[in-house]
């Protein structure tokens, strides 16, 4: 029973536009949440994170934001460039804080 | 800055056959951290340790084995290999529990 769901397997974007990636989980004790993103042949690398605390945090061109009643967060990425077609993964803390739990992935595809 | 390595990076393994992926930190971090990656199926977690001499199953623990002599090394191992073992390992290590992990550049294994 998947704990973190990222429904959408695919995502293209036009460079200059919008990427809105999104991410839903089912428990909500989780109280940590990241993102992160894998080029192909690459180990995953951080990218941002929030705190349940938080509805949201930016980093440059990366949002992130956080609905806790809706036990949903979000990536935005303003302006997309061609250099984030990758693979982006959602995280959860678990509950002991002792390890992440990682959702299926989008494959993101920015064309120029 | 070596960070996390792993090795081998690709490996051809027969059925029943066993092998041990290596892997080491120079990070000095406490918390290790294994994970397959099926394609389509995100990162799942096999095993983690929060410190030298402790171990603990993840979600996916059948059919490997782990052992943390040491801060720096992190092995894995398959014994008696199967083909549903035929999948990209990453290794993983963090200072800080679920935050800020640092992943290998992974092994990808088949088993035929």
């Known amino acids: 029973d998947q704990q973190v769901k990222q429904n959408s397997p695919s995502l293209s974007v036009q460079e200059g536009r919008i990427s809105i990636l999104n991410c839903d989980y089912t428990?909500?004790?989780?109280?940590?949440f990241l993102w992160y993103k894998k080029y192909p042949a690459e180990g995953p690398t951080f990218l941002i994170s929030i705190s349940s605390i938080k509805d949201k945090n930016e980093d440059g061109r990366f949002t992130v934001f956080l609905n806790k009643s809706a036990k949903h967060l979000s990536l935005h990425i303003v302006p997309s460039q061609p250099g984030d077609s990758a693979v982006y993964f959602c995280?959860?803390?678990?509950?002991?804080?002792?390890?992440?739990?990682f959702g299926k992935g989008t494959t993101l595809s920015v064309s120029s | 800055n070596a960070g996390v390595t792993q090795t081998p990076k690709f490996h051809i393994l027969k059925i029943g056959q066993s092998m041990t992926l290596q892997c080491t930190q120079d990070m000095n971090h406490n918390y290790m951290y294994w994970y397959r990656q099926d394609p389509g199926m995100g990162l799942k977690l096999i095993y983690y340790?929060?410190?030298?001499?402790?171990?603990d199953k993840g979600e996916v623990p059948n059919g490997y084995n782990v052992s943390r002599s040491t801060t720096e090394d992190f092995p894995l191992r398959l014994e008696l290999a199967a083909p549903s073992q035929t999948s990209v390992y990453f290794c993983?290590?963090?200072?800080?529990?679920?935050?800020?992990?640092?992943f290998g550049s992974g092994t990808r294994l088949t088993v035929v």
């Open positions: 428990n909500s004790m989780f109280d940590y």
């Open positions: 340790s929060v410190g030298a001499g402790i171990t």
């Open positions: 993983a290590s963090s200072q800080g529990g679920a935050y800020g992990y640092t």
């Open positions: 995280a959860v803390s678990n509950q002991a804080g002792t390890a992440l739990i």
